[in-house]
């Protein structure tokens, strides 16, 4: 596949990316699904540089918009050329005299260079004063909001985002340990080591593909950031207790969980979307899980919900949130997000976490957690939880101690997480 085609790829990707409003990894996975003639490579260069101009949308927007080309003004299949345009000319150096080669207009190649879009070339590129949110690449309605959680430290924080995330695993403890799994990895050549925070952890080092392993078909360990493997270690579950996750999603932390439980005890995973269940099922038969309990309900009203009043010794509430912790994997996040979006996704956390606490049993715990990096979806949900429910306090759970857990890409190497830990007073 030509360069020019390449390019031609990205653009119809950014343009989809730009007007259908769904997350990137759907977007590039239908795109190339339909288009099979694209080779490995040709995927692997496409998406790379697809994720790199959203990574540094708003320096490519900011210096469009300099040159007087706004993208937010334009069509979709515009925009996406102008991003493509800037990040070539701004980050890749790339000469002048190859953008008139490479968008030629010929068959499978970029049309040519519009004239609004000649442009972005009338200076050499420079990064001097810009503002804070083009230099940390997120939009300018999320400064306060980054600014109240990171201080002094927000340019150190954001720039970590710009960063590719490792890919962590996490050792199912009901088949193996992490030392046997790691001997097996590295002798299977993959570049592999101990994570620093989670006991069950393991980080590979380059972009192997790790559900082709032995390991991984016969559910020796599950894909799982760090930083999610500690919140199941926040639970800490005994042998035997009955545990709820009540936002059970594709069950990642439901298997970690399982595995505490050395599959003894009751396990029940629950959540509103069906079709995220059944992932869930096909994950706990690989993992050699079998007392876990996966039921679809309809909300918080459920009624099979209202029958389990203090049934569950732990609840974990691993609320929808922003995903804003994620920003490594899932830069689109933080141009899909809207205000409306946070206060929405706030209201949520605080009827699902209301929602959970008379399912605990008196002495139990009540875990809440999210991969947001917001005030509003973390220490501001449990002022407001704590206020209305006398009946919990708050277990100190951070890693030093701190009265909340909150981790960040800069300061441990994981995706962003906030926890907080509850116990629930006995009569």
Not at 79 to 105: N, Q
Not at 133 to 158: C, D, H, M, T, Y
Not at 243 to 251: I, K, S, T, Y
Not at 363 to 380: H, I, K, Q, R
Request: net charge positive.
């Amino acid at each position: 596949m030509k360069d020019a085609a390449r390019l031609q790829s990205v653009i119809e990707i950014l343009t989809l990316e730009g007007s259908e409003k769904k997350p990137l990894d759907q977007i590039c996975h239908r795109y190339f699904k339909t288009r099979r003639f694209i080779g490995s490579k040709d995927r692997q260069a496409i998406s790379a540089l697809v994720y790199s101009i959203i990574r540094q949308r708003a320096s490519c927007d900011w210096w469009a918009l300099e040159r007087g080309v706004s993208p937010l003004l334009m069509l979709p299949y515009e925009a996406a050329r102008v991003r493509l345009i800037s990040y070539l000319w701004v980050f890749d150096k790339m000469p002048r005299k190859t953008f008139g080669v490479l968008f030629s207009g010929d068959k499978y190649a970029p049309e040519k260079l519009f004239d609004k879009e000649q442009a972005i070339f009338e200076v050499l590129p420079t990064r001097e004063n810009i503002p804070p949110w083009v230099e940390g690449e997120f939009p300018e309605w999320l400064f306060p909001l980054l600014k109240r959680r990171f201080g002094s430290q927000l340019k150190e924080e954001v720039q970590a985002f710009l960063q590719m995330a490792p890919l962590d695993l996490r050792t199912n403890l009901l088949k193996t340990t992490r030392e046997e799994v790691l001997k097996a990895l590295s002798t299977a050549g993959l570049k592999v080591e101990k994570t620093p925070l989670s006991p069950w952890g393991l980080r590979l080092h380059g972009r192997e593909n790790i559900t082709q392993t032995q390991a991984f078909q016969k559910g020796l360990v599950e894909v799982q950031d760090e930083g999610s493997q500690l919140i199941a270690g926040l639970i800490a579950p005994k042998a035997g207790q009955t545990v709820l996750d009540l936002c059970a999603g594709a069950g990642g932390k439901t298997l970690a969980l399982a595995a505490l439980l050395d599959n003894k005890g009751r396990l029940v995973a629950t959540d509103t979307a069906l079709w995220r269940l059944k992932r869930t099922k096909e994950r706990l038969k690989r993992a050699g899980v079998f007392n876990v309990e996966i039921r679809e309900i309809s909300g918080m009203t459920d009624k099979w919900l209202k029958r389990q009043k203090e049934r569950f010794d732990h609840v974990l509430v691993d609320a929808p949130c922003s995903g804003s912790g994620t920003w490594r994997r899932n830069p689109d996040k933080k141009w899909t997000l809207t205000p409306k979006d946070l206060s929405e996704l706030s209201a949520l956390q605080q009827v699902l976490l209301a929602g959970a606490a008379p399912l605990v049993k008196p002495g139990g715990s009540l875990v809440y957690a999210t991969c947001s990096l917001f005030y509003e979806e973390n220490e501001d949900v449990v002022a407001t939880f704590l206020k209305d429910h006398p009946t919990f306090k708050v277990i100190p759970c951070g890693l030093k101690g701190e009265r909340f857990l909150f981790l960040s890409p800069f300061q441990h190497g994981t995706d962003g997480f906030f926890a907080a830990k509850f116990i629930k007073s006995a009569p």
